[in-house]
């Protein structure tokens, strides 16, 4: 049974069927435009919340005990 299961699959990759699509050079052109357009509006969205991004990922400080700052001033 796997051994038929092998046949089937590599005689079902191994078939060629006629493909109907033609990428004509405007097409190209604007998937190129569309790919570049998106990885520049990431990089300016990136930009503008850079710092609120920053902030959300620090981590945030313990305060200090107020006896602690007290021995340091005596």
């Given at each position: 049974m796997a051994a038929l299961r092998s046949y089937l699959l590599i005689a079902l990759l191994s078939t060629v069927f006629p493909v109907y699509a033609y990428i004509d050079p405007g097409t190209g052109s604007l998937l190129i435009q569309s790919i570049?357009?998106?990885?520049?509006?990431?990089?300016?969205?990136?930009?503008?919340?850079?710092?609120?991004?920053?902030?959300?990922?620090?981590?945030k400080k313990v305060p200090?005990?107020?006896?602690?700052?007290?021995?340091?001033n005596a």
């Open positions: 570049i357009g998106a990885i520049a509006a990431f990089a300016v969205t990136m930009k503008l919340y850079w710092h609120k991004l920053k902030l959300f990922f620090a981590r200090d005990s107020e006896d602690s700052s007290e021995d340091t």
